[in-house]
């Protein structure tokens, strides 16, 4: 099961690319109780997810990547019950406030430099998302921004730039998350530059909302595939619009997924023991053995992948629906590999705030010496 708790293998080192957006800098203004200096190198970002909660604390090292220091994960499902009342509960509340302040607690034991925490679909959907955002800066001194589906588009693919290769002229990205799936359409420039994003859309269904509506159905061949129909049915019009594929069909399209989904099926597929990031991070598997990855977890049933070392009890009821919403579009876009990309939003974040601090740097005039010399 992927576990994003500090570790020996949490010491990976990602790359950054293209310009700071407007209105982001290293000093987010944070009334908190943790400790903020200029002097520390440490950089976090905190993502609160409609399924998970999650901390990333790194610093920069060589080649403009970054070495991860600290990290934390908890799943908190906050949307659990959203799409029935259209607020989210007092006890997802509740245990999102939890884990935030365990985040907060890590972070007053090291002081960052800059800090952004950000939430997405849960929050955007929720009537009472204001009040909850309140109570969580009055409890744990974290300000949460809730960022819009392009910016979630924008972040992913920020962070997974670097996997990208010369040969490749377009990107489809994706990412199942709780509450929505994100899918990118990036010009990849072969890698003289800056990765574009031509399209996105953020189709609202995640593995939260899914297995809150279709429940043990997704577990039966029927249900299984009425999903994998609705989901498609939602992306054709997208793939009109930007005739996504034509473009695969003419070659240079890289298929990548960066969810729980793409990391458990690229686990299982490759027969790990136990989930281990840097194994998975990165890897590009042929899309007939992540079929088969899909398949065999199909076959294991609820008890299987509850007892399965990529699996698990906390994730049992959200496996197959993201397996659903990944067989739908493979559907739509029969790319002939996929690449797995365990980094998201997280990562982006801290890119971003590390390259604002260079920028920042470059722009400021030469200091004097005592001879008056630059």
């Known amino acids: 099961m992927p576990d994003d708790s500090a570790s020996a293998e949490d010491d990976r080192r990602l790359t950054p690319l293209g310009e700071a957006p407007a209105g982001l800098r290293g000093d987010c203004g944070q009334a908190a109780p943790w400790r903020q200096s ?28 970054f070495r991860v220091v600290d990290s934390f994960s908890r799943i908190v499902r906050l949307g659990e019950g959203l799409g029935a009342t259209g607020n989210l509960s007092d006890a997802a509340m509740d245990r999102a406030v939890t884990a935030l302040k365990a985040c907060a607690e890590k972070l007053s034991r090291r002081p960052v430099r800059a800090l952004q925490a950000v939430t997405t679909e849960a929050c955007r959907r929720a009537r009472n998302g204001a009040a909850f955002l309140a109570r969580v800066e009055a409890e744990t001194g974290l300000r949460l921004r809730v960022i819009s589906p392009r910016e979630e588009a924008e972040l992913a693919m920020e962070s997974c730039a670097p996997l990208f290769e010369p040969q ?12 929505s799936t994100e899918i990118a ?57 930007h005739c996504i594929g034509q473009e695969i069909r003419a070659g240079g399209v890289r298929l990548m997924g960066t969810s729980g989904t793409v990391t458990t099926l690229a686990g299982v597929a490759m027969a790990l023991p136990r989930y281990r990031r840097p194994l998975v991070d990165g890897q590009t598997l042929e899309a007939c053995v992540a079929d088969q990855a899909l398949g065999d977890l199909f076959a294991l049933g609820r008890d299987g992948l509850a007892a399965h070392p990529c699996v698990g009890p906390d994730r049992v009821d959200f496996v197959l629906p993201g397996c659903a919403v990944y067989a739908a579009i493979r559907r739509v876009w029969p790319v002939p590999r996929l690449t797995v990309a365990d980094r998201g939003l997280r990562e982006g974040i801290l890119l971003r705030l590390m390259r604002a601090d260079r920028l920042a740097g470059l722009r400021r005039p030469p200091l004097r010496g005592w001879h008056g010399t630059a």
Request: aromatic share 8%; glycine share 14%.
């Open 38 to 65: 200029l002097a520390s190198h440490a950089y976090a970002a905190v993502d609160l997810g409609t399924n998970n909660c999650r901390l990333l604390v790194g610093m920069p090292a060589p080649g403009g990547s």
């Open 168 to 179: 490749d002229r377009r990107a489809l990205l994706f990412d199942i998350g709780g509450g």
């Open 185 to 241: 359409w990036i010009r990849t420039h072969g890698g003289r530059q800056a990765p574009e994003l031509i399209g996105y859309i953020s189709v609202p269904v995640g593995v939260v909302t899914l297995s809150e509506r279709c429940g043990p159905s997704c577990f039966t061949e029927a249900g299984f595939h009425a999903v994998v129909d609705e989901v498609a049915a939602r992306l054709s019009g997208f793939d009109a619009v």
